[in-house]
């Protein structure tokens, strides 16, 4: 019924038990996952996983916030995405409140490195997977400036406004809503989930992180997207079997290119 868009079940801690959370998976009717590349050191072990189980599949790409991760190059990244387990590039953007005190000039290889994704995003056919954080406007700017509709994508993890959900809508992105949904205070957050059109709208772990409630306190893993998906039915008063069915349906069209 569900599928997580964006989790990270290679990380410490998560690939020790990944029998258990693809268990836990089943149970919880979450048929399929995309486990997401942060840098090209760990990305073998992404790879690894979505050729071990068929229902796991793999991106490619380095994030906004590892200053340090070694940066690769459009052919580079072009080539690791021919595999055909890896279904997107990314993730990918800008993220600035993670340097806070450091000039744009400072932070001019994050935009340089997002350019290069989204150039191997065009080049080899592959949607974008999009983080970004305190930099909406730089991020929608670098994606007019390097044509990204063209290929389109999502953007994970959303905690902008509406009007910055809307911008990304008009650059044919999806919107991805996350655990933080489910939190008192994140009205922000659930008016875009209410106002995202169903089929523009994805939902995600990014586990380990952003645990929903009522887990709160605890690891968060894929199965958890379940109770991402029902708190967003409520939200949107529809029935949860067809918020999981649109969502499913729109994550199989926009990195696979067609229907489940």
Not at 84 to 113: C, H, M, N
Not at 154 to 161: L, N
Request: aromatic share 8%.
């Amino acid at each position: 019924m569900f599928i997580d868009s964006h989790c990270h079940i290679n990380f410490n801690g998560m690939i020790q038990r990944l029998p258990d959370i693809l268990e836990q998976m089943r149970v919880n009717a979450v048929t399929h996952a995309l486990c997401v590349s942060v840098d090209l050191e760990t990305f073998p072990s992404v790879l690894e996983i979505a050729h071990t189980y068929p229902h796991i599949f793999a991106s490619v790409g380095v994030h906004p916030g590892y200053e340090h991760a070694r940066d690769p190059d459009v052919t580079e990244l072009v080539s690791l995405a021919q595999d055909p387990k890896v279904i997107a590039i990314g993730e990918t953007g800008l993220d600035y409140y993670s340097f806070k005190g450091k000039t744009l000039d400072a932070l001019a290889w994050q935009q340089k490195r997002f350019r290069t994704h989204i150039q191997a995003a065009l080049a080899s056919g592959k949607p974008l997977i999009i983080h970004t954080r305190s930099a909406a406007q730089d991020t929608l700017r670098i994606m007019r400036e390097e044509g990204a509709a063209a290929v389109g994508g999502v953007i994970h993890c959303f905690t902008e406004t509406w009007d910055i959900a809307q911008a990304a809508l008009e650059l044919n992105f999806f919107i991805s809503i996350s655990g933080i949904v489910t939190f008192k205070n994140a009205t922000q957050i659930q008016e875009v989930a209410q106002k995202v059109p169903l089929e523009h709208l994805l939902i995600e772990t990014d586990s380990p992180y952003l645990t929903p409630v009522p887990y709160r306190g605890k690891l968060n893993e894929p199965a958890h997207v379940s109770h991402i998906g029902r708190f967003i039915a409520l939200l949107r008063n529809i029935d949860i079997a067809q918020l999981g069915s649109s969502t499913s349906a729109n994550f199989f069209r926009l990195f696979c290119g067609s229907n489940f």
